[in-house]
């Protein structure tokens, strides 16, 4: 790899718990209750329940946008089935209209439309954490602090804070941890055996994480060490690199701005990273800029040994769709700088309730996005399920006191050691304005550099420095140095 001075910089703020490993998928949830219990920890203070003597609350109506379309496997109906009903006698008081998105729909601007329109969801699990700084200063999400602040599970240190400093503005909450994303690097130990290398012993540093997976490449067999994932998406796996590389793709202003520093040493010793594993090691696949579905593709059909993503994005594929054994895939940390930390990227879904809502709706929408994620027995219910229709949940839980692999069964017994390590040094993605609209304009500088055969560190940081700046002159308000 080309050598370039180094610098470290100062590193944003790790998540706030070691997560217990567990997953989640847009529904993390667990077992329907059926009773109507008073109070408990799994509902904010003060919530009226129907207990004894308890006044009955005053009927109120949601809509949500979860129901299960008829594409979806029957198994996954059910089980929405289940979980709806196990609310609905929690909480006989709430009726929710249960609508379902048609396939392919892009539910965050079909949410703007609908909220324009007067007919938007009370509640919905379509949120990331990277959006929500943007939606609370424009207004299409509602300040929920009340509710979020005298939520006894909050109170109980129960609730994951990794997520805090993207939900928390400006000390108001404007969301609820739905799921937590983690990304690493997927290992195909069968690819890696056949190349007569050893899965076990892999680098992790970029300049001999590069080396072995240029040894593993093989174009004249269809198999190749890396898929890099080079398309208009590259900014987010690059964040990543960029923190192993040191640095940061944005650091705080003391006004809440940012300042873009992808840019500086670490952000080019990256790019140049990514630019060595095409053209010096020979690592990648023939296209690397080729689409979402193609790199997919690469790694479950056993073409690509090493991809940066995560597990439940290729095993369900890998195992049912191609005959592949759960044995024959590892975990790998992120590859990283010499010296460096090796960071592994975590990020999340949240739940936002709409601002047009009434605040009977708003607690009825917060009740129902806290039975979904954090109801324990709902929780074991969705993990049990999911387990046994051969799709485990392998993620980090945002309950810190529940973990979904204690109930998955046939997983390597490694995996959970592995990921219960990677979650010690999981970090959250930037939580800027405008954050999305940086990782948008980035995109065609990172594909110029690497597919740029000759390109200098020099040549390299002059294009990143050039994006920066246009990124300050476009967002004033968001950036500045």
Same mark, same amino acid.
């Given at each position: 790899?080309?050598?370039?001075?180094?610098?470290?910089?100062?590193?944003?703020?790790?998540?706030?718990?070691?997560?217990?490993?567990?997953?989640?998928?847009?529904?993390?949830? /667990?077992?329907?209750?059926?009773? =109507?219990?008073?109070?408990?920890?799994?509902?904010?203070?003060?919530?009226?329940?129907?207990?004894? /003597?308890?006044?009955?609350?005053?009927?109120?109506?949601?809509?949500?946008?979860?129901?299960?379309?008829?594409?979806?496997?029957?198994?996954?109906?059910?089980?929405?089935?289940?979980?709806?009903?196990?609310?609905?006698?929690?909480?006989?008081?709430?009726?929710?209209?249960?609508?379902?998105?048609?396939?392919?729909?892009?539910?965050?601007?079909?949410?703007?439309?609908?909220?324009?329109?007067?007919?938007?969801? $009370?509640?919905?699990?379509?949120?990331?954490?990277?959006?929500?700084? =943007?939606?609370?200063?424009?207004?299409?999400?509602?300040?929920?602090?009340?509710?979020?602040?005298?939520?006894?599970?909050?109170?109980?240190?129960?609730?994951? $804070?990794?997520?805090?400093?993207?939900?928390?503005?400006?000390?108001?909450?404007?969301?609820?941890?739905?799921?937590?994303?983690?990304?690493?690097?997927?290992?195909?130990?069968?690819?890696?055996?056949?190349? /007569?290398?050893?899965?076990?012993?892999?680098?992790?540093?970029?300049?001999?994480?590069?080396?072995?997976?240029?040894?593993? $490449?093989?174009?004249?067999?269809?198999?190749?060490?890396?898929?890099?994932?080079?398309?208009?998406?590259?900014?987010?796996?690059?964040?990543?690199?960029?923190?192993?590389?040191?640095?940061?793709?944005?650091?705080?202003?003391?006004?809440?701005?940012?300042?873009?520093?992808?840019?500086?040493?670490?952000?080019?010793?990256?790019?140049?990273?990514?630019?060595?594993?095409?053209?010096?090691?020979?690592? $990648?696949?023939?296209?690397?800029?080729?689409?979402?579905?193609?790199?997919?593709?690469?790694?479950?059909?056993?073409?690509?040994?090493?991809?940066?993503?995560?597990?439940?994005?290729?095993?369900?594929?890998?195992?049912?769709?191609?005959?592949?054994?759960?044995?024959?895939?590892?975990?790998?940390?992120?590859?990283?700088?010499?010296?460096?930390?090796?960071?592994?990227?975590?990020?999340?879904?949240?739940?936002?309730?709409?601002?047009?809502?009434?605040?009977?709706?708003?607690?009825?929408?917060?009740?129902?996005?806290?039975?979904?994620?954090?109801?324990?027995?709902?929780?074991?219910?969705?993990?049990?399920?999911?387990?046994?229709?051969?799709?485990?949940?392998?993620?980090?839980?945002?309950?810190?006191?529940?973990?979904?692999?204690?109930?998955?069964?046939?997983?390597?017994?490694?995996?959970?050691?592995?990921?219960?390590?990677?979650?010690?040094?999981?970090?959250?993605?930037?939580?800027?304005?405008?954050?999305?609209?940086?990782?948008?304009?980035?995109?065609?500088?990172? =594909?110029?550099?690497?597919?740029?055969?000759?390109?200098?560190?020099?040549?390299?940081?002059?294009?990143?420095?050039?994006?920066?700046?246009?990124?300050?002159?476009?967002?004033?308000?968001?950036?500045?140095?």
């Amino acid at each position: 790899m080309k050598k370039t001075k180094t610098f470290a910089l100062s590193m944003s703020l790790m998540l706030g718990i070691s997560m217990a490993v567990a997953g989640c998928g847009s529904n993390n949830n /667990g077992g329907a209750s059926t009773s =109507q219990p008073p109070a408990t920890s799994e509902t904010p203070s003060g919530t009226a329940q129907e207990s004894g /003597g308890a006044e009955q609350p005053k009927d109120v109506t949601i809509v949500t946008w979860d129901k299960p379309g008829p594409s979806e496997p029957q198994w996954k109906v059910e089980l929405y089935e289940q979980m709806l009903k196990g609310f609905q006698d929690k909480y006989p008081w709430i009726k929710v209209d249960a609508q379902e998105l048609a396939p392919g729909t892009d539910a965050l601007q079909k949410y703007d439309q609908a909220l324009l329109a007067g007919n938007e969801p $009370t509640v919905a699990n379509i949120f990331t954490d990277g959006n929500i700084k =943007q939606r609370a200063k424009d207004g299409t999400l509602a300040d929920i602090t009340a509710l979020y602040e005298n939520w006894d599970l909050q109170k109980e240190g129960k609730v994951i $804070t990794g997520m805090d400093p993207s939900l928390n503005i400006d000390g108001k909450w404007y969301g609820i941890p739905s799921y937590i994303d983690l990304n690493y690097v997927v290992v195909n130990r069968k690819l890696i055996q056949d190349a /007569g290398l050893d899965p076990d012993n892999i680098p992790t540093t970029f300049e001999g994480f590069g080396e072995f997976a240029g040894k593993v $490449t093989d174009a004249s067999k269809n198999r190749f060490g890396f898929g890099l994932m080079g398309m208009e998406w590259n900014a987010w796996p690059f964040t990543n690199f960029v923190w192993n590389a040191g640095g940061e793709m944005v650091t705080a202003n003391e006004d809440g701005t940012g300042r873009l520093t992808f840019a500086e040493q670490p952000g080019v010793d990256a790019v140049m990273f990514w630019h060595d594993l095409v053209w010096e090691y020979k690592a $990648t696949q023939k296209n690397v800029l080729e689409g979402w579905q193609d790199l997919m593709n690469g790694f479950t059909q056993g073409r690509t040994a090493m991809q940066w993503l995560g597990l439940s994005s290729f095993m369900g594929d890998y195992v049912n769709k191609y005959g592949g054994k759960l044995e024959d895939l590892d975990i790998l940390t992120t590859p990283h700088a010499e010296g460096k930390t090796s960071y592994n990227m975590g990020g999340g879904g949240v739940w936002g309730i709409s601002p047009k809502a009434t605040p009977e709706q708003q607690e009825a929408g917060f009740l129902y996005a806290a039975y979904n994620s954090y109801d324990l027995d709902y929780l074991k219910l969705n993990a049990q399920t999911n387990a046994a229709n051969n799709n485990p949940i392998i993620l980090p839980s945002v309950r810190t006191d529940f973990s979904p692999l204690d109930y998955a069964e046939g997983l390597p017994e490694s995996w959970k050691t592995k990921l219960n390590e990677l979650a010690k040094t999981a970090k959250i993605v930037p939580s800027f304005l405008n954050w999305n609209d940086v990782k948008n304009a980035i995109s065609k500088p990172i =594909q110029e550099i690497i597919l740029t055969k000759d390109i200098t560190p020099e040549e390299a940081q002059t294009i990143l420095q050039k994006c920066a700046d246009e990124l300050y002159a476009k967002y004033p308000t968001s950036f500045h140095k």
